[in-house]
């Protein structure tokens, strides 16, 4: 992946409870983060991905511009990612036709597959088998949002100050940032959050589908403070430290529940993407993010059930060169920002600052 660095950008990651943020720069042909950071929001700011208070996440974002009270930031450029329940990505299967056409082609097909109309959308397109030409069909990957999801992002990070120069899909910017470079295959790509796993197959580098589940790390900690009677600090020390082998088995079937809803989905992923293309690579590993995804055991349970690896990602190893520096950030913390840290490699990929 080609990633000149041609001028530094932000990746600002928001959710409805707080923002993460991140920005790389590259030194004497090395890239460390020049700095990072996650701020709370108020609550009622954004409700389930919908901005309610423009001028209040304003506010919020600013906060970005004197990060740390060390100085105001030169560039203002950055990258966001949107909510990914107010997004549609869809994989639709169209006749093969010239790619200077395809635009307006999808554009009367969107209605089929998206319950808006096209004029009330901004959407972007790529085709995944542009080398097989000799098949009568293509596949094109969707990803397209209401215009006033974006706009109102928009007119919130201007607000802060900042210019935004792209807004991409959460689980594509996470799949750069965990998928290691120049790896050819098709993976699943699970990312656990505070409230809800979301699984991605990834196949050359393009994320395909999505599919959320409503389970994430508040509920594991729920579960371990009412089975041992812990608090919320308590409940993280058992969880990322000694995992598993600190539960009775009591616990472990208390856990049974949430474990089998993260291991159901992850398999419906990988049996959907194996019977709708037959004929493609299967999926050959899943790789795990997300802060949760530090429970101790939960790649070794999985890949028990899944029967294929299943690994945290290495995003150190995947973005640094580790034999010449130790980057500014800890490897434990990469695994909360890999959302942020895929936002800001896609500004090696802007050639220009021409913005439409």
């Known amino acids: 992946m080609a990633n000149p660095f041609l001028f530094s950008v932000i990746g600002l990651d928001i959710s409805d409870e707080s923002f993460k943020y991140l920005r790389l720069d590259k030194h004497k042909d090395e890239q460390d983060v020049t700095f990072f950071g996650e701020e709370p929001l108020a609550k009622g700011i954004i409700d389930a991905g919908e901005i309610k208070d ?5 506010e919020a974002l600013k906060r970005i511009q004197n990060f740390g009270g060390k100085k105001k930031l030169r560039d203002p450029y950055l990258i966001l990612s949107l909510p990914e329940e107010k997004g549609f990505l869809r994989l639709i299967r169209t006749q093969r036709i010239p790619l ?22 901004y959407f972007d397109y790529q085709v995944l088998d542009l080398a097989e030409r000799s098949r009568p069909t293509m596949d094109v990957v969707v990803t397209a949002y209401p215009k006033a999801t974006v706009e109102s992002y928009m007119n919130a990070v201007q607000k802060a100050g900042f210019l935004p120069l792209v807004f991409e899909l959460e689980s594509q910017a996470i799949a750069r940032a965990v998928v290691p470079r120049n790896t050819k295959g098709v993976f699943l790509v699970g990312d656990l959050g505070k409230t809800r796993t979301t699984f991605s197959i990834v196949s050359e580098g393009t ?27 308590q409940a993280k020390e058992v969880k990322f430290g000694r995992g598993f082998d600190a539960m009775s088995e009591d616990i472990i079937k208390s856990l049974t529940p949430a474990l089998v809803a993260l291991k159901d989905e992850a398999d419906r992923q990988i049996g959907f993407w194996e019977r709708r293309y037959p004929e493609r690579d299967p999926v050959s590993r899943v790789y795990l993010c997300g802060g949760d995804a530090l429970l101790h055991g939960l790649p070794e349970f999985l890949a028990q059930e899944l029967r ?5 990602a290495r995003i150190w190893e995947n973005i640094f060169n580790l034999e010449k520096q130790i ?30």
């Not at 423009?54 to 304003?58: D, F, K, Q, T, Y």
């Not at 200077?100 to 959308?121: C, N, S, V, Y």
């Not at 294929?308 to 945290?312: D, G, K, T």
């Open 308 to 312: 294929i690896p299943v690994e945290r």
């Open 100 to 121: 200077g056409e395809l635009r307006q082609a999808l554009e009367f097909q969107l209605e089929e597959h998206i319950p808006f109309p096209p004029a009330d959308l």
């Open 207 to 233: 994320v395909n589908f999505t599919s959320t589940v409503k389970v994430g790390g508040r509920d594991i900690d729920a579960i371990l403070m009412n089975a041992l009677q812990l608090t919320p600090e």
């Open 327 to 356: 980057p500014s950030i800890t490897a434990r913390e990469t695994m909360r920002y890999a959302t942020t840290f895929g936002l800001a490699l896609r500004g090696g990929d802007i050639v220009s600052l021409n913005i439409v």
């Open 54 to 58: 423009e001028v209040a996440l304003g």
